[in-house]
């Protein structure tokens, strides 16, 4: 039974492919037969000539765009091709100007380095210079206070140090050994490189010399009115006491003058007057880097002319 149904299946799947055959061989000859016929009809003749008319007109119509497109394309490929040289004279130029650049960086560099390296010479140079020129006027010093017998000081001892040589001397300086505008002052300072007569600024200390310079947290308390003159003559005596016994032990004292100035930058100044340059030397080098009252002592050499300006009191 399966057998026999495949068979009948397989007979009517031929029956329907012979039938399909043969309609179509039907039609297609139909097809032939209306074909001849209108082949016969002048308009058919004339409906296929329209039409290969309008095929070779849509060939040349496609051809012609493109046409136009591939010259449109080769105006953009050299528009393109013009800007890319543009573009890269553009980079070449800005290259060739950093590159430039950098090179002038490079020299500037350079030569700041070598100005750099120069000064350091400079500075080294004169730093050994000044070290020795410092150990010879130390060398110069020490055989000054070392000989026993009464000579002039040597010329190296004998200079002026001048702040501002081109300008005319400050008054206030030249009268009292201080200024309150220090190193920056714009007229001429002159230091003594030795003198008889020593300044030791800041050396006395006391509260009746600092008025003005209270914190006005503590202005209330009124601190100077429970001291008097007497209070300030007593710890000046002490601190003279105090003093002149160190001092003395450099050579033969001829004044001790102790500025009664309030003001900031005169406020407890001391000069020493000793009877010979030798002495005023020998303690200069030996009072470098002594403290007294918890403060280091700032010493110096004096040029003063007279006591009257340079003592008095504001």
Known sequence: MPAKRAWRKLVKKQQRQRRRQRQARAREKEEALEEEALKAKPEYEAWLKQQAELEEFQRLASERLRAEEEE?????????????????????QEE???ESLRLQQANELEEELEKQRKRREESKRLAEQAAAEFEAMLQRMQEYMDDSEDRTPPAELRRVVETNPAEKLCEFYTRTNCCRYGNSCTFNHRRPMLAKILLIRHFFTHPLLQVGETHKEYASTDEHLELTEQDLRSDYDEFFNDAIGELQKFGKILNFR????TLPHLRGHVFVEYAQERFALRAFVNLQGRYYASRRLQVEFSNLKGWRGAVCGT
């Open 258 to 261: 102790a500025v009664r100035n």
């Open 96 to 98: 060739s100007k950093l």
């Open 72 to 92: 449109a394309w080769l105006r953009r490929e050299a528009l393109d091709q013009r800007q890319f040289q543009i573009d890269r004279a553009k980079r070449a």
